[in-house]
């Protein structure tokens, strides 16, 4: 089993920045594919970024540019730096990882993702 530990989110202001970290914890490897994911109010959850095994990544078109995700293997921690963010980045945020290896070409769906966290709200205000 995995267990996966989001922190880092909170309020800012429009334009500030925000740096999301993602623990694992359990049988993890660093190769597993590992993506973020975030859901506001009232919509599903999207997915916004993901580092495949490989080490490539891919990012939705509406944080390109703005959010960047990497990760430490040696501490099994993965992040998302938030610059530039603007209200509508207001979500709660999920990491999720899954052993299947995987590029990070492109975008995973919700099912192709074996671990969830708890999630981590991140709120701007304008």
């Known amino acids: 089993q995995v267990q996966l530990v989001e922190s880092g989110g909170g309020s800012v202001q429009a334009g500030g920045s925000l740096r999301l970290s993602c623990a694992a914890f359990?049988?993890?490897?660093?190769?597993?594919?590992m993506g973020w994911f975030r859901q506001a109010p009232g919509k599903s959850r999207e997915g916004i970024a993901i580092?495949?095994?490989?080490?490539?990544?891919t990012y939705a078109d509406s944080v390109k540019g703005r959010f960047t995700i990497s990760k430490d293997n040696a501490k099994n921690t993965l992040f998302l730096q938030m610059n530039s963010l603007k209200p509508e980045d207001t979500a709660m945020y999920y990491c999720?990882?899954?052993?299947?290896?995987?590029?990070?070409?492109?975008?995973?769906?919700?099912?192709?993702?074996?671990?969830w966290g708890q999630g981590t709200q991140v709120t701007v205000s304008s």
């Open positions: 580092i495949g095994s490989d080490g490539s990544t």
């Open positions: 359990g049988l993890f490897d660093s190769s597993y594919c």
């Open positions: 999720a990882a899954d052993p299947r290896y995987c590029t990070g070409r492109y975008l995973r769906a919700r099912y192709e993702y074996n671990y």
